[in-house]
């Protein structure tokens, strides 16, 4: 559901004019691609820009398992060495403040608990400088670089007891997947070159969510403080009333510096001292992020005129101006921004940015992009004023295949909205011929469907389809007003936005109207419920992944919660409210649906629980519908190993190309 499950958009080789190239000698993108594709993250700039280190992961489809490697670019020559092996859990790459050592997050091979461990940059083996029972989440070096400030789990009170089988818990704000109470995180410090750590927070309250939601960790430019994002409890439903606060490296009471709910990733301006957080614009959950700061007291939304979501921002040097990131439109886009003024977008060409920017102290940035032609890489960028250089070459193989470009689309939808969307080609597309499509729907909502690459889109465009990927009220990419649309209007307002596109998709001429098919996942699927039964003689089939059906059962059994009650205004098991759950949801709409549909989850989905699909399954079958369901032994929102998503994208592709082409 929130979950942002994006579906990154594989282009085709076709030209401006839509005519193929010559590709005969070149086969399209396969399942077994999948597994030779390299994932880039956690790019972080040194110091003086003049290094890149990042993380790599590798597909082992023997041990079904990701083999991640810390590697380093050198900007000058654009050499790259590797400087981990055999590690696993890699993740948090962090330069010391004089770039003279690196440190990161890894599993420590006799504990298995992830630890903190230090590489020095001059020779020599990384260093393991924590020893939590629990393992380490997230960490952050102090300005002089003496210190380490990390998040741990707290450990279990009673063992024994819980050992015994004395483990009944009480039922609060948890999720139904939950089988032991869970223990808070809480801040812990500790020298960088080893030693004893010491904890510095307690209590009930907690700095990282059951679902993993927390902020980074921020210094005072003193050294003398913690800020960090505060949140009530454990549970993810609560999560939404977060709040910054602060506490002394030397221990005492928690202060709170932002009260206004939803605030977190708090950082300061390198050299002017000035705050900046994130906190959905307004306070209002149903816009998009903003970025606050904190200017002698004045807190003003700097990114007002941005009017728009913002998934991430970064400090530039001096502390005056920020680079963010999000998208725009059919694109992920940074943008410079000044604390006070309007903010420019940077020149990115080709390159879809996607993720957190790195900056060096003089400037030099560093980020993951792709285009539509081509996967992931590291690029980097002089200043902001410069075009971006591509530092790796990781995915080469992929442009030794036959990848087309998608075009973004836009049309005007209902209630005057400007709307768009990512049209893919077949991968043999003749021009004046008609062919099917088949619709993959972005999930969150709060998601956006872009002109990236993706092996989704890539498979099913190999098979013969157009691949449209329409986006929709409460997607993130064309501003609050668009993204707010979505409040008590889940499902009626988004279905008729997606018919108004897949209407500009068929007004193209190049679509055989009696072949189309509609796939999502998580709120895609939701998507996917709802047009197969509110337009069941437009679909040939339909593949509903993780698809919450139920508005009523999500808020009760899911981790949302709260969450969900801001698409609503209020409790299903309120008298007020009792209708709007209802009517929005899918499931009312069953005994509608015609189309052949394949159902997929993971069981133990505490985002989207499994239950959604066992509903649906059940409704569809005993009404006549031809329907299959699979689910995977995972507890996850999606399938994330090699193995299983491979599964998934060939049942996927499969029932299209059957009950479709």
């Not at 032991?180 to 004893?196: E, F, M, N, R």
């Not at 190999?462 to 008590?488: C, E, W």
Request: contains cysteine.
């Amino acid at each position: 559901m929130k979950f942002i499950f994006r579906f990154l958009v594989l282009l085709l080789l076709v030209s401006t004019t839509g005519i193929v190239l010559a590709q005969s000698e070149k086969r399209p993108f396969q399942l077994t691609d999948l597994r030779k594709l390299v994932n880039v993250y956690d790019p972080q700039v040194s110091p003086d820009g003049g290094r890149v280190a990042f993380i790599l992961s590798r597909a082992d489809w023997e041990k079904d398992k990701r083999i991640p490697e810390i590697e380093l670019v050198d900007v000058a020559t654009r050499s790259v060495r590797s400087l981990t092996y055999n590690r696993e859990g890699i993740s948090n790459l962090q330069w010391s403040p004089d770039g003279n050592r690196l440190g990161f997050i890894a599993e420590d091979p006799e504990s298995k608990k992830p630890q903190i461990f230090v590489m020095p940059m001059n020779g020599g083996d990384p260093v393991r400088i924590t020893d939590s029972k629990t393992g380490v989440e997230e960490f952050s070096w102090s300005p002089d670089g003496k210190q380490v400030a990390f998040v741990a789990q707290d450990t279990i009170p009673n063992p024994e007891a819980i050992k015994h089988h004395e483990d009944a818990f009480r039922v609060t704000d948890n999720n139904y997947t939950v089988r032991a109470p869970l223990q808070p995180w809480h801040i812990w410090i500790v020298p960088s070159d080893t030693g004893k750590a010491r904890q510095l927070t307690e209590g009930t309250w907690s700095l990282r969510s059951d679902q993993g939601t927390m902020s980074p960790l921020a210094w005072t430019p003193d050294g003398k403080a913690i800020l960090f994002q505060k949140l009530p409890d454990v549970w993810e439903g609560n999560a939404w009333h977060c709040i910054i606060a602060e506490v002394d490296t030397n221990g005492g009471d928690i202060r709170t510096i932002v009260n206004g709910q939803g605030s977190g990733t708090p950082d300061y301006g390198p050299g002017s001292g000035i705050l900046a957080f994130m906190r959905p614009r307004n306070g209002d959950q149903n816009n998009g992020n903003a970025v606050y700061v904190d200017i002698d007291g004045k807190i003003t939304d700097a990114t007002h005129e941005l009017d728009r979501n913002i998934n991430n921002y970064t400090w530039l040097p001096g502390g005056k101006a920020l680079l963010l990131s999000g998208e725009k439109g059919t694109k992920g886009v940074i943008w410079y921004q000044p604390v006070n003024g309007a903010a420019r977008e940077l020149n990115l060409g080709d390159v879809d940015a996607g993720g957190k920017v790195s900056v060096s102290n003089n400037g030099v940035l560093a980020f993951v992009g792709s285009t539509p032609t081509h996967p992931s890489e590291l690029y980097m960028m002089k200043s902001t004023g410069s075009l971006p250089e591509r530092l790796t070459d990781l995915n080469a193989f992929v442009d030794t295949l036959a990848i087309s470009r998608t075009e973004g689309i836009d049309w005007k939808g209902p209630n005057n909205f400007d709307e768009d969307g990512a049209l893919t080609y077949p991968v043999a597309y003749k021009v004046g011929e008609k062919y099917p499509l088949v619709l993959v729907i972005h999930g969150g909502p709060e998601g956006a469907s872009t002109v990236r690459f993706s092996p989704l889109v890539q498979l099913l465009a190999a098979q013969g389809f157009f691949v449209f990927q329409p986006n929709y009220r409460g997607s993130t990419n064309l501003g609050d007003a668009y993204q707010h649309a979505i409040f008590r209007d889940t499902g009626e307002g988004p279905g008729k936005d997606v018919m108004a596109g897949l209407a500009k998709v068929e007004a193209t001429g190049m679509i055989d109207t009696s072949r189309i098919g509609i796939t999502g996942w998580s709120y895609g699927g939701y998507m996917t419920s709802w047009l197969n039964g509110c337009y069941p003689d437009k679909w040939k089939a339909a593949v509903e992944g993780a698809a919450l059906n139920d508005w009523v059962m999500d808020y009760t059994i899911a981790y949302y919660q709260t969450g969900d009650i801001y698409f609503f205004g209020g409790s299903p098991w309120v008298k007020k409210y009792w209708d709007i759950w209802r009517d929005q949801s899918p499931i009312i709409f069953a005994d509608k649906v015609k189309a052949p549909t394949l159902i997929m989850g993971d069981a133990g989905d505490g985002n989207v629980p499994i239950v959604n699909s066992y509903e649906m399954y059940h409704a569809l079958r005993d009404n006549g519908v031809h329907t299959e369901f699979y689910t995977y032994p995972a507890d996850t929102h999606f399938p994330g190993d090699i193995v299983r998503t491979t599964d998934v994208y060939r049942r996927w592709v499969d029932w299209m190309v059957k009950y479709v082409k």
